[in-house]
C-alpha cells in the first residue's frame, strides 16, 4: 500500500470466456491498482488476477465467448481478495497442487504462481472456483 491511509476498492463483473475480455478488464483494473498499491504489490495483484482469469477461461471454458467467468475482488486495507469462478466442469486441484512444471514446459505453473505469490489459495470442490488472499 501507498501511505497509510486506508482505501478500499471493490470490483464485480462477469466476462465472456476471451482472452481480449480479460485485457479490456486489465485497463480498469490497472487504472484502479494503481492508485492504491505501490509497483511491487501491483506486480503481485496482477500476476495472481491475470492467472486466476486466463486458467478459467482457457482450462475452464475452453475460450468459449458463449460462457462467462464471474470476477471478484475487493482490496481493504492491506489485504487483497480475488474470486474466480468459471462456467467449466472444474479440475481435479487436489492432484495438481503439488505437481511443477518441467523447465521445458511452456504451461502448467499456475498453481506455482499461486502458492508463490498469494498467502491463500482455495478452490470449492469442483475446482472451477477460486479465492486468493494477498497481503501486503
Given at each position: 500500500?501507498?501511505?497509510?491511509a486506508?482505501?478500499?476498492?471493490?470490483?464485480?463483473?462477469?466476462?465472456?470466456?476471451?482472452?481480449?475480455?480479460?485485457?479490456?478488464?486489465?485497463?480498469?483494473?490497472?487504472?484502479?491498482?494503481?492508485?492504491?498499491?505501490?509497483?511491487?504489490?501491483?506486480?503481485?495483484?496482477?500476476?495472481?488476477?491475470?492467472?486466476?482469469?486466463?486458467?478459467?477461461?482457457?482450462?475452464?471454458?475452453?475460450?468459449?465467448?458463449?460462457?462467462?467467468?464471474?470476477?471478484?475482488?475487493?482490496?481493504?486495507?492491506?489485504?487483497?481478495?480475488?474470486?474466480?469462478?468459471?462456467?467449466g466442469?472444474?479440475?481435479?486441484?487436489?492432484?495438481?497442487?503439488?505437481?511443477?512444471?518441467?523447465?521445458?514446459?511452456?504451461?502448467?505453473?499456475?498453481?506455482?504462481?499461486?502458492?508463490?505469490?498469494?498467502?491463500?489459495?482455495?478452490?470449492?470442490?469442483?475446482?472451477?472456483?477460486?479465492?486468493?488472499?494477498?497481503?501486503?
Amino acid at each position: 500500500m501507498t501511505g497509510n491511509a486506508r482505501i478500499d476498492c471493490e470490483l464485480r463483473t462477469a466476462l465472456p470466456a476471451t482472452l481480449e475480455a480479460i485485457e479490456e478488464f486489465f485497463v480498469e483494473f490497472r487504472r484502479r491498482s494503481r492508485l492504491m498499491l505501490d509497483r511491487v504489490n501491483c506486480f503481485a495483484a496482477e500476476l495472481l488476477l491475470r492467472e486466476a482469469l486466463t486458467n478459467a477461461v482457457v482450462h475452464g471454458c475452453n475460450t468459449d465467448p458463449g460462457k462467462q467467468v464471474r470476477c471478484f475482488l475487493r482490496l481493504r486495507g492491506r489485504t487483497l481478495l480475488i474470486a474466480i469462478a468459471d462456467e467449466g466442469n472444474g479440475f481435479d486441484w487436489r492432484a495438481k497442487r503439488e505437481k511443477t512444471a518441467e523447465e521445458e514446459d511452456c504451461s502448467g505453473r499456475g498453481m506455482e504462481i499461486l502458492n508463490t505469490y498469494a498467502d491463500w489459495v482455495r478452490f470449492n470442490k469442483s475446482g472451477n472456483l477460486v479465492t486468493i488472499i494477498k497481503r501486503f
